[in-house]
């Protein structure tokens, strides 16, 4: 059993560049999320899903967008990526929201 | 306003010692869960406490739940090199979603 897949590992992107980041994971939880991490320090919510068809903002949405079209996959794009955009990327997903929340290993994203 | 609030932010101590840290808010957790986070992975769930006044061991990690369930502590014991990482507390208001704090990056020392 995987859990949860990121892709890629990591990427270098050039500014104004579309992205996304792929998430899926292989236990069926209701609930997804996408965190970013700065600074090797604390977990900041950028989007959420409670449940396939629905999604809703985080702490810190803008320039970010997400879908969840099915249960398994929940992709995060970056429309036109700027530099305050390089981070850590990691995706969640849990039984319901206050669960325990099941990590994957993270996209590194440099935008130049 | 960050609802929870982690302290030390940075712990560096010598393989052997002990160390307290803090997970504090004003608001009343349902539950609260812990986290630790190695370089280059994603945080892993380490205990959850969900009484107040709770306490729980997971080998030389001890973990309280104030009373008030408006804090929470963690404690190691004889510290070792392999604890390294960044432990987050995170806590549960509604029963909607998480709340993360910032969490203590610990570096021990060998």
């Known amino acids: 059993i995987a859990g949860i897949t990121q892709a890629p590992t990591s990427q270098i992107l050039a500014a104004g560049r579309r992205m996304t980041l792929r998430c899926t994971q292989d236990?069926?939880?209701?609930?997804m999320y996408w965190y970013r991490q700065d600074l090797g320090l604390g977990l900041r919510l950028i989007h959420y899903s409670n449940t396939a068809g629905t999604t809703g903002k985080g702490e810190v949405p803008d320039g970010y967008s997400v879908s969840r079209a099915n249960t398994d996959d929940f992709p995060l794009t970056l429309a036109s990526a700027v530099p305050s955009q390089t981070s850590v990327y990691f995706c969640?997903?849990?039984?319901?929201?206050?669960?325990?929340?099941?990590f994957g290993p993270g996209t590194r994203l440099t935008v130049l | 306003t960050q609802l929870l609030e982690q302290s030390p932010q940075f712990l560096s101590i010598q393989e052997g010692e002990n160390l307290t840290v803090y997970c504090n808010s004003s608001?009343?957790?349902?539950?609260l869960q812990w986290y630790r986070q190695e370089p280059g992975e994603g945080p892993v769930l380490l205990v959850t406490?969900?009484?107040?006044?709770e306490v729980k061991k997971l080998k030389r990690l001890t973990f309280q739940f104030g009373d008030a369930r408006k804090d929470s502590s963690l404690h190691i014991t004889a510290a070792q090199p392999g604890d390294t990482g960044l432990y987050l507390c995170a806590g549960d208001t509604s029963g909607s979603r998480l709340t993360f704090g910032e969490g203590t990056q610990l570096t021990v020392n060998p």
């Open positions: 969640a997903s849990s039984d319901s929201g206050a669960d325990t929340q099941y």
């Open positions: 608001s009343v957790f349902s539950s």
């Open positions: 236990m069926r939880h209701n609930a």
């Open positions: 406490v969900v009484t107040g006044g």
